[in-house]
């Protein structure tokens, strides 16, 4: 089965920290640019970081810049988003995706659009 699985999700107190992974299986992530993404009720879809193997150029918005770190292992054919200091606000779903395009372009493509989409993992922050 073709697929991205995410796992690392839960409840964390504010100011705390997160490390989500997520595994491929039936494709190999070489090459290809791979990021998260998060879905929060009444919000718009954000990505959240991305990174490229062609080169490890590496992207985060402003909203996570410095809190949130990507990275990825080939040799496992598994990525992860490592989440500190996290605020109420970063309350969500959190996808991982998986896509041939270059990295600066990545944020840009619709849901549908993607080659590999999961499934989800919840996220929240609350005290």
């Known amino acids: 089965q073709v697929q991205l699985v995410e796992s690392g999700g839960g409840l964390v107190q504010p100011g705390g920290s997160l490390r989500l992974s997520c595994s491929a299986s039936g494709f190999s992530l070489d090459s290809k640019t791979i990021g998260w993404f998060r879905q929060a009720p009444g919000k718009e879809r954000e990505g959240v970081a991305c990174i490229s193997n062609t080169d490890g150029e590496t992207y985060v918005p402003d909203s996570v810049k410095g809190r949130f770190t990507i990275s990825r292992d080939n040799a496992k054919n598994r990525f992860y988003l490592q989440m500190d200091s996290l605020k109420p606000e970063d309350t969500a779903v959190y996808y991982c995706?998986?896509?041939?395009?270059?990295?600066?372009?990545?944020?840009?493509?619709?849901?549908?659009?993607?080659?590999?989409w999961g499934q989800g993992t919840q996220v929240t922050v609350s005290s």
């Open positions: 995706a998986a896509d041939h395009s270059d990295w600066y372009q990545f944020f840009l493509l619709d849901t549908h659009e993607f080659d590999y």
